[in-house]
């Protein structure tokens, strides 16, 4: 890519990042951000004021969460459609995060429902309950979590990625919560290859680690 190529894929601005560093689907976005090496303001909001209840923020997004961005005259909520959208205007190579072939986008695909479904009801929620002090049993939702857990050690014995031998948007969309799940009181001792895979995330170029809260076994790590 020549210099020009370079230029036109930088924004005009730095990307407005409205979230919180505690937030796991924040820190999917703030990742590929870095690993684009895109210029960022980061905006943090106070969720325990209820920063995303206000007027201004429901503007953004009326689902009141985030993350949301501002990039230019458009504003998106939604972590996976926000990293869609980074990697369609953005990316040098769009293809490596989101293939191109009808399979390969299907399994991208297929992980962002993990991430929007049991990794957010099992191992998400289990923090959040440790996080925030909820008056609930966790056992339920622990239990929930190794179930999903099992099953990604399971297909990470044959795929060194979630979505195929390379990293994919996929895997930045499930990083944070999996490699979290400690500060929920879910171990990750008995996955050798979902540790692996964990590893092989953050030595890539441009990662950027999410804030480590010492809670439920992260507590006595």
């Given at each position: 890519?020549?210099?020009?190529?370079?230029?036109?894929?930088?924004?005009?601005?730095?990307?407005?990042?409205?979230?919180?560093?505690?937030?796991?689907?924040?820190?999917?976005?703030?990742?590929f951000l870095s690993m684009l090496e895109l210029p960022?303001?980061?905006?943090?909001?106070?969720?325990?004021?209820?920063?995303?209840?206000?007027?201004?923020?429901?503007?953004?997004?009326?689902?009141?969460?985030?993350?949301?961005?501002?990039?230019?005259?458009?504003?998106?909520?939604?972590?996976?459609?926000?990293?869609?959208?980074?990697?369609?205007?953005y990316a040098a190579d769009p293809a490596r995060w989101?293939?191109?072939?009808?399979?390969?986008?299907?399994?991208?695909?297929?992980?962002?429902?993990?991430?929007?479904?049991?990794?957010?009801?099992?191992?998400?929620?289990?923090?959040?309950?440790?996080?925030?002090?909820?008056?609930?049993?966790?056992?339920?939702?622990?239990?929930?979590?190794?179930?999903?857990?099992?099953?990604?050690?399971?297909?990470?014995?044959?795929?060194?990625?979630?979505?195929?031998?390379?990293?994919?948007?996929?895997?930045?969309?499930?990083?944070?919560?999996?490699?979290?799940?400690?500060?929920?009181?879910?171990?990750?001792?008995?996955?050798?290859?979902?540790?692996?895979?964990?590893?092989?995330?953050?030595?890539?170029?441009?990662?950027?680690?999410?804030?480590?809260?010492?809670?439920?076994?992260?507590?006595?790590a």
């Open positions: 890519m020549n210099a020009s190529t370079a230029a036109a894929r930088l924004p005009a601005q730095p990307i407005k990042l409205y979230g919180t560093p505690i937030s796991g689907h924040v820190h999917r976005v703030r990742l960022v303001e980061v905006v943090d909001l106070d969720l325990r004021k209820k920063a995303t209840r206000t007027p201004e923020f429901l503007a953004r997004n009326p689902f009141g969460q985030v993350p949301v961005i501002e990039d230019g005259d458009i504003t998106l909520a939604d972590s996976n459609a926000i990293l869609v959208y980074l990697n369609e205007r989101m293939p191109r072939d009808p399979v390969g986008a299907a399994r991208v695909q297929r992980w962002f429902s993990v991430a929007a479904g049991p990794l957010a009801y099992g191992p998400a929620a289990a923090r959040v309950m440790a996080l925030f002090g909820l008056p609930a049993d966790p056992a339920e939702t622990v239990s929930r979590s190794h179930l999903l857990l099992s099953v990604m050690e399971a297909h990470l014995q044959r795929e060194a990625f979630l979505a195929g031998p390379s990293v994919t948007l996929a895997d930045l969309s499930n990083y944070a919560y999996v490699a979290h799940a400690p500060e929920g009181s879910v171990s990750l001792e008995p996955y050798p290859q979902l540790r692996g895979w964990l590893e092989r995330i953050e030595a890539l170029p441009g990662f950027v680690p999410m804030v480590r809260t010492p809670i439920g076994l992260a507590a006595v």
